[in-house]
């Protein structure tokens, strides 16, 4: 069973640039969810992808976008990055929307900078 | 609002001591699920357990053992003969109920316990 995979595993960019951050979900998962850690704190639930449409947001604006691919990998994209954007990106798939289906499945995440 | 608060932000045991993680969670939800996640320094978070809010048992697997009280609102969690290998991040997490939008989880802040030799 291959689980989540995140790439890449680090990344430096500079304020203002763009950012795209690629998941590939665990064997018969069909739904993933982006979390935000930053140093020190819990992880934020960014969205949710199911069946290729967002289906659930946290507290994010809309600079932070996704999508989900038929093969139900994703993509996390950020647009004008600001410092705080610092932090680690967690991506995260289960099988089906509901947590009663089945718990998230973490990957190792994405290690991104902001100078 | 959800809210989970994990008042212990670190934790230093030696080996073979037992320890106990706290989380209180806040939720006006009926029906809820609770979740222990443990993070490494690689920093993959790894599902520990699940309990949904209609099951009060307490659970048990292996050294870890889980204390669930709706009444306080507490899911609190326990190792045993604590290892070296337990240091790490654990989180306490909360849904926010159980369906299209239920893979939202509100996080704790964590707990770093590290376990000397």
């Known amino acids: 069973e291959t689980g989540v995979t995140q790439s890449p595993t680090h990344l430096i960019k500079t304020r203002g640039q763009q950012v795209t951050l690629r998941c590939s979900s665990q064997?018969?998962?069909?739904?993933v969810s982006w979390y935000q850690q930053a140093l020190g704190q819990g992880p934020q639930f960014i969205f949710q992808?199911?069946?290729?449409?967002?289906?659930g947001r946290g507290n994010f604006p809309p600079r932070f976008s996704g999508l989900q691919f038929p093969n139900y990998s994703s993509e996390l994209n950020v647009n004008a990055l600001e410092l705080d954007d610092s932090a680690l990106y967690l991506c995260?798939?289960?099988?089906?929307?509901?947590?009663?289906?089945?718990?998230?499945?973490f990957g190792n995440g994405t290690r991104l900078t902001v100078t | 609002a959800q809210k989970v608060t994990q008042a212990q932000t670190e934790i230093s045991v030696v080996e073979k001591e037992d320890v106990t993680l706290d989380c209180v969670y806040e939720?006006?939800?009926?029906?809820?699920?609770l979740f222990w996640y443990k993070q490494p320094p690689s920093g993959e978070l790894v599902f520990l357990i699940r309990?949904?809010?209609?099951?009060?048992q307490n659970e048990i697997s292996g050294r870890y053992s889980w204390n669930f009280q709706k009444s306080t609102s507490s899911f609190n969690f326990t190792i045993t003969a604590s290892q070296v290998v337990d240091s790490a991040v654990y989180f306490c997490?909360?849904?926010?109920?159980?369906?299209?939008?239920?893979?939202?989880?509100?996080f704790g802040g964590g707990t770093r316990l590290m376990v000397k030799p």
């Open positions: 309990r949904n809010s209609f099951d009060e």
């Open positions: 939720t006006r939800d009926t029906t809820y699920y």
């Open positions: 995260a798939s289960s099988a089906g929307q509901g947590v009663y289906n089945s718990p998230l499945h």
């Open positions: 992808y199911y069946r290729e449409e967002e289906n």
């Open positions: 997490a909360l849904s926010h109920g159980a369906n299209n939008a239920g893979n939202m989880l509100t």
């Open positions: 064997s018969g998962h069909n739904t």
